[in-house]
């Protein structure tokens, strides 16, 4: 009898500590859903923060401060509080970690990637398609005080990459795509004529005739010493773009791998070929594709467009000394082509997303200031910093931005060719773009992709041998590193999985572990002393 209620007492007390520990690790899980208020509360104050990613680029860190500036005159109530990060995967880190404890920021700006993450914690993050039809504070609502695009003014194809599980996450801040800085210069030089449209055929050739070498060892084309003709910086697209391009398989919106396929396997045979013979690299293998090109070390330089302001002889960014600086003629491209008829190309960029305060109207206050943030003012502005394009078609039909494309050349900063033709070259591709599929597990397998690029190369130059056997060992290898068999619905095991264990439901399964414990102890305590009687 004593056992029994004693046994009741301990269960009874795990009962009552349980729910304080879950509430404690996982403040958001008590969360109610966004309801949208009636009408917006003018006579409170707000103070809502705003998390977003800054290159050192001062320009764009005074855009941030005069965008929130004139938003506070208009919402005199409303302070917005900046804070500043040089690294997407920082902001990514420093959310997850907030999640367990409800102190996420309002708004930061992110990747649809890392918001299918952010969702795993229940109400989180707030679902906008009810906000973008608003009548009185959606996108254009009559409530705005300002000049809100309306929906159908957002880049439908930009818009689309903000969309988990049928459902508007996000807003799209501004966007960009890769593009292909060419030497041309150096092509001409070679025999070759820059073709509107590479294919990678051409790259592959005149990659591998710059690796030419005079009889002293320097490379023919810039008689120096080093000459990386093709550089990659995100392997993770080129992977991505080339499987799309060959109308391959990648993954599917529910979250099936399907990355591992005969394209994927043939196309990185390739890769170890011009890997092999050095005319093939890597920013993570060799350093910014940027530098290299400024040097006259590289010919064909895979970046994003947002990255033009580094690329080219007279880039108002570069990054070496003046003395290393060797002058040619820059082309910008798209990336390189299986089909130059029918091209297709990534669209990638930040967005913007918000979280769940528990309080609508503090809600509906950062709403208001993620609207703002897609104004022609702050548009414009910062596209103009970098080779970004406006996600609106008000701001990109707009006069001042069409004044803007208009003086291309006019000086090396702000109207800096390269820069321009790299925005041009979006604007005139939008229907070209395309987005991956989005879901909880999407961002590792976006780096698994690169990272089968990345090992090969680098296997080829240990003089490893890349055949069969190599690549089935790397399949595993990289499924393993990222975990893809807990990610999604996985094709191989038919297993769905809901990806890692958030920080407070791995510390409630331990706080269970150790209930159990306690309890197997006492019960088998308990039955040594009645043995023992």
């Given at each position: 009898?004593?056992?029994?209620?004693?046994?009741?007492?301990?269960?009874?007390?795990?009962?009552?500590t349980?729910?304080?520990v879950?509430?404690?690790?996982?403040?958001?899980?008590?969360?109610?859903?966004?309801?949208?208020?009636?009408?917006?509360?003018?006579?409170?104050?707000?103070?809502?923060?705003f998390?977003?990613k800054?290159?050192?680029?001062?320009?764009?860190?005074?855009?941030?401060?005069?965008?929130?500036e004139?938003?506070?005159?208009?919402?005199?109530?409303?302070?917005?509080?900046?804070?500043?990060y040089?690294?997407?995967?920082?902001?990514?880190?420093?959310?997850?970690?907030?999640?367990?404890?409800?102190?996420?920021?309002?708004?930061?700006?992110?990747?649809?990637?890392?918001?299918?993450?952010?969702?795993?914690?229940?109400?989180?993050?707030?679902?906008?398609?009810?906000?973008?039809?608003?009548?009185k504070?959606?996108?254009?609502?009559?409530?705005?005080?300002?000049?809100?695009?309306?929906?159908?003014?957002?880049?439908?194809?930009?818009?689309?990459?903000?969309?988990?599980?049928?459902?508007?996450?996000?807003?799209?801040?501004?966007?960009?795509?890769?593009?292909?800085?060419?030497?041309?210069?150096?092509?001409?030089?070679?025999?070759?004529?820059?073709?509107?449209?590479?294919t990678?055929?051409?790259?592959?050739?005149?990659?591998?005739?710059?690796?030419?070498?005079?009889?002293?060892?320097?490379?023919?084309?810039?008689?120096?010493?080093?000459?990386?003709?093709?550089?990659?910086?995100s392997?993770?697209?080129?992977?991505?773009?080339?499987?799309?391009?060959?109308?391959?398989?990648?993954?599917?919106?529910?979250?099936?791998?399907?990355l591992?396929?005969?394209?994927?396997?043939?196309?990185?045979?390739t890769?170890?070929?011009?890997?092999?013979?050095?005319?093939?690299?890597?920013?993570?293998?060799s350093?910014?594709?940027?530098?290299?090109?400024?040097?006259?070390?590289?010919?064909?330089?895979?970046?994003?467009?947002?990255g033009?302001?580094?690329?080219?002889?007279?880039?108002?960014?570069?990054?070496?000394?003046?003395?290393?600086?060797?002058?040619?003629?820059?082309?910008?491209?798209?990336?390189?082509?299986?089909?130059?008829?029918?091209?297709a190309?990534?669209?990638?960029?930040?967005?913007?997303?918000?979280?769940?305060?528990?309080?609508?109207?503090?809600?509906?206050?950062?709403?208001?200031?993620?609207?703002?943030?897609?104004?022609?003012?702050?548009?414009?502005?910062y596209?103009?910093?970098?080779?970004?394009?406006?996600v609106?078609?008000?701001?990109?039909?707009?006069?001042?931005?069409q004044?803007?494309?208009?003086?291309s050349?006019?000086?090396?900063?702000?109207?800096?060719?390269?820069?321009?033709?790299?925005?041009?070259?979006?604007?005139?591709?939008?229907?070209?773009?395309?987005?991956?599929?989005?879901?909880?597990?999407s961002?590792?397998?976006?780096?698994?992709?690169?990272?089968?690029?990345?090992?090969?190369?680098?296997?080829?130059r240990?003089?490893?041998?890349?055949?069969?056997?190599?690549?089935?060992?790397?399949?595993?290898?990289?499924?393993?590193?990222?975990?893809?068999d807990?990610?999604?619905?996985?094709?191989?095991?038919?297993?769905?999985?809901?990806?890692?264990?958030?920080?407070?439901?791995?510390?409630?399964?331990?706080?269970?572990?150790?209930?159990?414990?306690?309890?197997?102890?006492?019960?088998?305590?308990e039955l040594?002393?009645?043995?023992?009687?």
């Amino acid at each position: 009898m004593m056992f029994t209620k004693k046994f009741t007492a301990f269960l009874l007390s795990a009962a009552v500590t349980l729910p304080f520990v879950l509430t404690g690790c996982h403040g958001s899980r008590g969360l109610d859903p966004f309801v949208i208020p009636e009408e917006f509360d003018t006579s409170r104050n707000y103070e809502i923060t705003f998390w977003a990613k800054n290159d050192t680029n001062k320009t764009q860190t005074d855009i941030y401060h005069q965008a929130i500036e004139d938003f506070q005159a208009i919402y005199p109530n409303i302070t917005v509080n900046l804070r500043l990060y040089t690294d997407y995967s920082r902001i990514y880190n420093d959310v997850i970690t907030n999640i367990s404890t409800n102190t996420t920021p309002n708004v930061c700006i992110t990747y649809p990637d890392h918001i299918a993450t952010y969702r795993t914690g229940t109400n989180v993050v707030v679902p906008l398609d009810e906000l973008f039809a608003n009548e009185k504070y959606g996108l254009g609502g009559s409530e705005v005080r300002f000049d809100s695009p309306a929906k159908d003014e957002i880049i439908p194809q930009f818009l689309s990459e903000c969309v988990i599980d049928g459902t508007h996450y996000a807003l799209p801040f501004m966007r960009s795509t890769e593009a292909c800085y060419v030497n041309k210069t150096y092509v001409e030089a070679l025999g070759y004529t820059v073709p509107d449209v590479l294919t990678w055929d051409f790259v592959w050739e005149v990659s591998e005739a710059a690796t030419e070498k005079n009889a002293d060892g320097t490379f023919r084309i810039n008689g120096q010493n080093v000459m990386l003709p093709f550089i990659y910086k995100s392997t993770d697209n080129m992977m991505i773009q080339v499987l799309r391009q060959k109308g391959a398989d990648y993954s599917t919106a529910e979250g099936d791998i399907l990355l591992f396929n005969d394209t994927t396997e043939e196309f990185l045979y390739t890769v170890a070929e011009h890997a092999a013979t050095e005319a093939f690299t890597t920013f993570k293998i060799s350093s910014y594709p940027a530098n290299f090109l400024n040097a006259g070390q590289c010919i064909f330089a895979v970046d994003s467009t947002a990255g033009a302001t580094w690329m080219g002889t007279d880039a108002p960014l570069s990054d070496i000394s003046e003395e290393n600086l060797v002058r040619f003629e820059t082309a910008v491209r798209m990336i390189p082509q299986f089909d130059p008829d029918n091209p297709a190309m990534i669209s990638q960029g930040p967005s913007v997303c918000m979280f769940n305060k528990g309080d609508p109207q503090e809600v509906l206050a950062s709403w208001l200031f993620m609207q703002y943030l897609l104004t022609n003012d702050v548009q414009i502005a910062y596209s103009g910093t970098e080779g970004y394009v406006p996600v609106t078609s008000k701001a990109q039909s707009s006069g001042e931005y069409q004044d803007y494309l208009s003086r291309s050349g006019e000086d090396n900063d702000h109207y800096y060719s390269v820069k321009l033709d790299a925005a041009k070259l979006l604007l005139d591709h939008t229907d070209d773009t395309f987005v991956t599929p989005v879901f909880n597990g999407s961002a590792s397998l976006r780096s698994a992709a690169g990272q089968l690029i990345e090992n090969v190369t680098k296997s080829v130059r240990r003089s490893e041998t890349v055949d069969d056997a190599y690549m089935e060992t790397l399949y595993a290898d990289i499924t393993s590193l990222y975990r893809l068999d807990s990610v999604g619905t996985s094709v191989s095991t038919g297993k769905t999985d809901l990806g890692p264990l958030p920080p407070a439901a791995a510390a409630l399964l331990s706080v269970l572990g150790i209930t159990w414990a306690g309890i197997l102890v006492y019960c088998g305590r308990e039955l040594w002393k009645k043995r023992k009687k």
